[in-house]
């Protein structure tokens, strides 16, 4: 294996494991908030330090690659890609952080499940996890059709974050005692529909590694033509395509 090659796949190793502890945080961050575990909370906002620590090794990792190896075409999107992906992640552990000084600040030992069972919450957190764990197989699997299918999924964390606000606003006037509950609720909703937000970006820098396609800023409709294998109102990136007739400026 060429040195080259050696960098890459260490790079992509350290960007999994990020992946990887993501992913524990958002499922310790959903556990503590259905059973207001207080203890898994507090470990979850410790832990982000070293969430922080990844981001700071990837982005290193990448700067470094590009420096010393000079990529081109697919090489060059996979760095550019990945440095995209890094942050989203982080960003992704910073709500699953929030979510979990939420948790810290509620004073009952139980959340109303009636409630959570109008605000779908349950249903809301497990498509949120789905969406994520689509994007880390989708890159494993280099399948940018299977990453395509993330946007379809954001609508429904859309769904019910637009449908939150009255739900919990009619509990408001029949519980006015719970009205930091319900705020603190309101909160959570809509760190979780961030969460989505930036799974879509993750999606969106896989189809650009994967096919030089610029999904970013696109709009739903063309990124659903996407996934049904149409390029309707798709952007090709020319200058990173293998195929690109763009001259490579001469060496200085």
């Given at each position: 294996m060429k040195h080259q090659e050696k960098e890459s796949a260490a790079l992509r190793k350290n960007i999994g494991d990020m992946w990887s502890l993501v992913q524990s945080q958002l499922v310790l961050a959903g556990e503590a908030l259905f059973s207001v575990n207080k203890d898994q909370a507090t470990e979850v906002i410790t832990r982000e330090k070293r969430v922080n620590a990844f981001e700071l090794?990837?982005?290193?990792d990448c700067e470094n690659y590009i420096a010393l190896?000079?990529?081109?075409?697919?090489d060059l999107r996979l760095m550019l890609s990945l440095l995209k992906i890094n942050t989203n992640l982080e960003r992704i552990a910073d709500f699953a952080e929030g979510i979990a000084r939420y948790v810290m600040a509620f004073e009952k030992p139980a959340i109303d499940p009636e409630l959570l069972l109008k605000l779908r919450?349950?249903?809301m957190y497990d498509e949120m996890l789905e969406m994520f764990n689509l994007t880390r197989l989708s890159l494993d699997r280099e399948d940018s059709r299977l990453a395509g299918s993330i946007f379809a999924k954001d609508d429904v964390l859309d769904e019910i974050n637009k449908a939150a606000t009255p739900i919990l606003a009619d509990h408001i006037r029949n519980h006015p005692d719970q009205v930091m509950e319900c705020l603190y609720l309101l909160s959570i909703i809509r760190k979780i529909e961030r969460v989505g937000d930036h799974c879509n970006n993750i999606a969106e820098e896989i189809v650009f590694y994967l096919d030089a396609k610029i999904l970013k800023h696109a709009g739903t409709a063309a990124r659903e033509?996407?996934?049904r294998g149409e390029d309707a109102g798709v952007t090709n990136c020319r200058i990173l395509r293998e195929d690109s007739d763009t001259p490579v400026p001469p060496e200085s």
């Open positions: 090794l990837v982005e290193s190896f000079n990529p081109v075409a697919i919450l349950h249903s033509a996407f996934w």
